[in-house]
């Protein structure tokens, strides 16, 4: 297994937000080719072209990017069925670490704000 370093994700937000994007469950829909259907069926899903916040023109580099470190695993479906993406278990991981490290990230600024407030008041009271 491949490891990662935790702060790959953090300094290029792209590669985030379209690691983010690939972790939103997709609904499969029924397909004529049974290889694309079972693999839908598995999780992949076709790839994302568009996703907000992201210029169009870094997909293929940041797609690159996830494949190269291992958070997303890719499949050729069949001649017609094309390319299909899934996160792979290293991917899930991330995901599941930046989600906790945003909220623990806000419960810190808030404790901070109310730090600062208690300050603020003790300054005030002190004047």
């Known amino acids: 297994m491949l490891d990662l370093d935790p702060n790959l994700l953090n300094a290029h937000p792209d590669l985030r937000q379209v690691l983010f994007a690939y972790r939103e469950t ?9 290889e694309v259907s079972e693999l839908l069926a598995k999780g ?3 790839r994302l072209r568009v996703v907000e ?5 870094n997909m293929t580099r940041i797609h690159g990017k996830l494949i190269a470190h291992g958070l997303l695993q890719v499949e050729i479906a069949s001649r017609t069925g094309g390319m299909l993406y899934q996160l792979t278990s290293l991917g899930r991981q991330a995901c599941m670490r930046l989600a906790r490290f945003s909220v623990d990230e806000v419960e810190a600024d808030v404790v901070g704000d109310e730090v600062t407030a208690e300050e603020e008041s003790l300054e ?3 004047v």
């Open 26 to 34: 997709l609904e499969p829909t029924p397909q004529a080719d049974s």
């Open 44 to 46: 992949f899903r076709p």
């Open 53 to 57: 916040g992201v210029p169009s023109e």
């Open 124 to 126: 005030l009271a002190t």
